[in-house]
Nanobody
Framework: QFALVESGGDLVQPGGSLRLSCAAS??????????IGWFRQVPGKEREEISC????????SYSDSVKGRFTISRDNAKNTVYLQMNSLKPEDTAVYYC????????????????WGQGTQVTVSS
């Protein structure tokens, strides 16, 4: 299977924007078979799913906490999934992870795999 690596985390002011990337490496010929999700975690809390995109990119989902502010997309030719984050809030501060779902649809945190190492996003003035 392929490995995933996140990048793009940074320190940003409230109201600012960031774009995170999740790039696959290794056996990437299977990348377009699977849904890919973005998750985040803060110390002391469980990891939560915030967005998911189907294998084809035709279906997306968002948690209520990011809906309308974040946009997930994927470029299967580049084996990469993106998370565009706008109107960032201090409560968006977390380590952001990407992982693959078990099939072409769905990104449940309990069944996701190929977790990346995470990228830190800090929203603060």
């Amino acid at each position: 299977q392929f490995a995933l690596v996140e990048s793009g985390g940074d320190l940003v002011q409230p109201g600012g924007s960031l774009r995170l990337s999740c790039a696959a490496s290794g056996f990437t010929f299977t990348f377009n078979y699977y849904a890919i999700g973005w998750f985040r975690q803060v110390p002391g809390k469980e990891r939560e799913e915030i967005s998911c995109i189907s294998s084809s990119g035709g279906s997306t989902s968002y948690s209520d906490s990011v809906k309308g502010r974040f946009t997930i997309s994927r470029d299967n030719a580049k084996n990469t999934v993106y998370l565009q984050m706008n109107s960032l809030k201090p409560e968006d501060t977390a380590v952001y992870y990407c992982a693959r779902g078990p099939s072409s649809q769905g990104c449940d945190v309990r069944t996701a795999s190929s977790w990346g190492q995470g990228t830190q996003v800090t929203v603060s003035s």
